[in-house]
């Protein structure tokens, strides 16, 4: 098991490379949805490539760290890292919402392989995260549990019925991303349903909470050696700041990106940006 | 009535009749649209440009909707809960039962991405269970217009009858079958054609396909009667007991073959202990990412076999 074996500027790289891959699944697709990849794609980036203990060769090895993507419809980011990873070959990439292909318009765990549990439907992701770190706990087994969610999908309750119950189960082997782009579909998020304070609310629940920049390379990363071995019975919880479409940018904090594919102009653009490299 | 046929090639999706319709509906004050963060693909847009103070959006929180909706419905407001048709009848389908039909409030469900429509999407997000399940709730009401001009009507008359109701739209285009001026009325079947050797019966989207179908039967002799049954609750009774008359009966629905339209008319038949059903639709399984006609096609949904199954019967 290699982890940890691709240095920093590498790692930024990489997260350029699922991007592009992203972009171009999407573009090929003409349908899924770039902005929320987009926001996601340094720290899941580090999960796969740095953090995740996890076998392409045994996608299903018992000991495997998991994650759920609990806002399934950014699933072209999720997609690029399996395909870079070696999950599934590079070129499925050119399938996405294709008949048989294994990258559905949603993740689906019976058709491809790295993907712990299908998701799509917001605000249930968090609660399948919460049963798989507790199931690790009762085989005493030393893997954890990432899972990822969007700010807008912070506004379903069930959210906050997954989050009591990996308090009260002392979860600290589940790590919880929220990828805080500031948009949903309908608009910002403070105009169509304020969230409050994120990074409060988790932590009155009872989770260890950080708020950085997810687009940092460097914060991300610092992040997770705060919480890698922090086994004090607490749930973890890291409020990402990020922009939607981030790295291309006519995308950037644009509502219209949600679920949006390029034509070939905007396409070829994009990806000329992205060879550019981000601006943190 | 005679069958229509599909020359004018004119496609829409009925989410945009909807859209059209609630945006005349609003002149009503006390007509509002509760969205759940997808009013721009649920195309309620236009209504909450022109009547922003009847809008509510609740963010991404639809069992919040369907509650708050009920909250509305018992302040005299008639609340159109606004969302995709999976997560309207299913991620909502308690609050719906206890706040909403329970207490017979006059509250709407208006659903778009109905059936195998979000297609691409894949099988997270395409609703083949929805109406099936909210028919077995007492007091709702289930309805799928057939086209545009046949959903506007029937998202009139939802508004101007009290009570709960059910309306479910395709996300994609389909063809335009009415004229603009048909009238149509909850809980009554259309006939499209009337005929003695088989009945076609056919609701929402798939009625264009049945309209080809029982084309192609009449040209090899077979006289056809056609339905759109709009309304799977209450279900024409009547038309029913025409077509078991005729004693043989295919059923076709872009929704399980469990509990939805086929299942509807099949328990009259077997009442009345006469007559044959086969059903067209979805073979009771989940669905992929595809493209809509692949996906139709998959489950036995399409011309071809519409004719099959009648002729397997005659
Ligand atoms: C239960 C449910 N309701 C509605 C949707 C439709 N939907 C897909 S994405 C989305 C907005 C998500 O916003 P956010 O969580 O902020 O994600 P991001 O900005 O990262 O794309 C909505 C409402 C859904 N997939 N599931
Ligand atoms: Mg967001």
New binding site residues.
């Given amino acids: 098991m290699e982890v940890g074996s691709l240095t920093l500027e590498e790692l930024k790289k990489k997260a350029i490379d699922l991007r592009e891959s992203a972009v171009t699944m999407v573009y090929k697709a003409q349908s899924g949805?770039p902005?929320?990849s987009l926001?996601?794609a340094d720290f899941v980036t580090a999960l796969y490539f740095n953090e995740m203990n996890i076998d392409p060769e045994n996608p299903d090895w018992e000991d495997r760290d998991r994650f759920v993507l609990s806002?399934g419809?950014?699933a072209p980011i999720q997609y690029a890292a399996l395909a870079h990873k070696g999950f599934v070959p590079l070129e499925t990439i050119n399938t996405l919402r294709e008949y048989k292909s294994p990258f559905q318009g949603h993740p689906d765990s019976k058709k491809c392989p790295g993907i712990d549990i299908s998701t799509?439907?917001?605000?249930q992701g968090l609660s399948c995260a919460v049963g798989m770190a507790l199931g690790g706990k009762l085989d005493e087994k030393s893997y954890r549990v990432f899972a990822v969610?969007?700010?807008?999908?912070c506004q379903?309750g069930q959210i906050w019925e997954a989050a009591q119950s990996a308090v009260k189960y002392e979860l600290d082997n589940l790590v919880v991303f929220v990828?805080d782009?500031g948009?949903?579909?309908d608009g910002p998020?403070e105009e169509i349903m304020p969230n409050g304070d994120l990074e409060k609310k988790f932590e009155v629940f009872g989770f260890e909470t950080n708020r950085i920049n997810g687009h940092s390379m460097e914060e991300v990363l610092e992040a997770l050696d705060q919480v890698r071995d922090a086994k004090n019975g607490k749930p973890k919880c890291i409020i990402c700041n990020t922009v939607?479409g981030k790295g291309v940018s006519f995308m950037e904090n644009v509502v219209g990106w949600?679920?949006k594919a390029p034509n070939e102009e905007q396409y070829e653009l994009a990806m000329e940006e992205l060879a550019r490299g981000l601006n943190v | 009535m005679t069958v229509m046929n599909l020359k004018s090639n004119e496609k829409k999706a009925t989410r945009e009749a909807f859209g059209d319709e609630i945006a005349e509906l609003g002149k009503n004050k006390n007509i509002l649209v509760v969205d759940?963060?997808?009013g721009g693909s649920c195309k309620t847009t236009k209504f909450m440009n022109a009547f922003p103070k009847q809008h509510v959006n609740v963010g991404?929180a639809?069992q919040n909707a369907a509650g708050l909706a009920a909250g509305l419905a018992t302040t005299g407001k008639i609340p159109f809960v606004s969302?995709?048709a999976v997560?309207g009848s299913l991620?909502m389908a308690e609050q719906i039962r206890q706040e909403v039909c329970y207490p017979n409030l006059n509250v709407k469900i208006a659903c778009s991405h109905g059936g195998l429509t979000p297609a691409n999407d894949g099988g997270s997000h395409q609703a083949i269970e929805d109406m099936g399940v909210l028919r077995t709730f007492p007091n709702m009401k289930v309805i799928m217009g057939a086209d545009y001009h046949s959903t506007r009507k029937l998202v009139k008359q939802a508004a101007e009858i009290y009570g709960p109701v059910f309306l479910r739209f395709t996300r994609d285009t389909i063809p335009i079958i009415y004229d603009e001026n048909e009238e149509f009325e909850i809980g009554k079947a259309k006939q499209l054609k009337d005929g003695k050797d088989i009945a076609l019966i056919a609701n929402g989207d798939t009625v264009h396909l049945a309209i080809q179908a029982a084309e192609i039967l009449e040209n090899k002799g077979i006289s056809v009667k056609l339905l759109d049954m709009h309304t799977i609750k209450p279900i024409d009774r009547e038309a029913i007991l025409e077509c078991i008359e005729i004693g043989k009966i295919v059923t076709v629905e872009d929704h399980n073959i469990i509990n939805g339209l086929g299942s509807a008319v099949s328990e009259i038949v077997a009442e009345q202990g006469e007559g044959i059903v086969r059903r067209v639709g979805v073979q009771d399984q989940f669905g992929e990412s595809a493209p809509y006609e692949k996906l139709l096609e998959i489950n036995g949904i399409t011309v071809e076999n519409i004719v099959n199954k009648a002729e397997e019967i005659l």
């Avoid at chain 1, 799509?120 to 605000?123: T, W």
């Fill in positions: 949805h902005g929320g926001s996601a806002k419809h950014v799509g439907s917001l605000g969610l969007g700010d807008g999908e379903e990828d782009n948009l949903q579909i998020t939607k949600h679920g | 759940a963060d997808i991404i639809e969302t995709y997560f991620r």
